[in-house]
């Protein structure tokens, strides 16, 4: 079993809707991470959660410490949204990402 | 651009040949991260320096792999005698402490 798990590993959606990406992880951390990949490899930092919720724009993320659970949610999705989320959690002490296989978004016009 | 950069982007080479990339991490930022994607996973741990000095090696990296960050600034990560499983994406990031920013990644191609 993987230390971080993600769902959906695909995922396909009309442009408009509502989208949730799940991540759980079973090792200690420090901080729990959204990353954004797009086609080509670049990884840009999206959130990093130690505890509750955060909101950029149309992204929210959420996370329950005790759960060890954390989401990644969009609204009024568009298809520049497609990509592929990653979760990552960074490790105590020396902060190295233990990253999920990620999500494939399409988000179709 | 002061983001990281790593050098080449792109690197083809034949097998047993041995192969260097570069890491130019967001200066003053003491922590540098190698990580390795292949295709459809998510990025591996590889190793880490504070400043100088490697702290962590996964046991990914094998006897065939070696990473360097000289003065704490820059990094090299070299691989002898690659093989055709050593084609991938490799990352570096840097950090301050905690947020990790990525480079652009090198994909190594090994025929």
């Known amino acids: 079993k993987n230390e971080v798990e993600q769902s959906p590993q695909n995922l396909t959606a009309q442009e408009g809707e509502f989208i949730t990406i799940n991540c759980s992880y079973s090792?200690?951390?420090?901080?729990l991470h959204w990353l954004q990949q797009h086609p080509g490899g670049g990884i840009v930092s999206l959130f990093m959660l130690s505890s509750g919720k955060k909101k950029h724009g149309r992204l929210i993320a959420t996370i329950n410490i005790q759960e060890k659970h954390s989401s990644l949610h969009i609204t009024a999705s568009h298809p520049r949204d497609s990509a592929v989320y990653i979760c990552a959690a960074a490790t105590s002490g020396t902060y190295k990402y233990i990253f999920g296989t990620g999500t494939r978004l399409k988000v179709l016009a | 651009d002061t983001g990281v950069s790593q050098d080449p982007r792109h690197k083809i080479t034949k097998r047993g040949q041995n192969v260097t990339f570069r890491c130019d991490p967001i200066?003053?930022?003491?922590?540098l991260y190698w990580y390795r994607q292949t295709l459809g996973q998510g990025p591996e741990f590889l190793t880490y320096f504070q400043n100088e000095a490697q702290l962590e090696k996964s046991r990914l990296l094998s006897d065939r792999f070696s990473a360097e960050r000289p003065k704490g600034s820059f990094s090299t990560l070299e691989i002898q005698r690659t093989e055709q499983g050593d084609s991938a994406m490799y990352l570096c990031?840097?950090?301050?402490?905690?947020?990790?920013?990525f480079g652009p990644g090198t994909r190594l191609t090994v025929l």
């Open positions: 090792v200690g951390i420090s901080a």
């Open positions: 200066s003053e930022h003491n922590r």
């Open positions: 990031a840097s950090s301050p402490e905690g947020l990790q920013f």
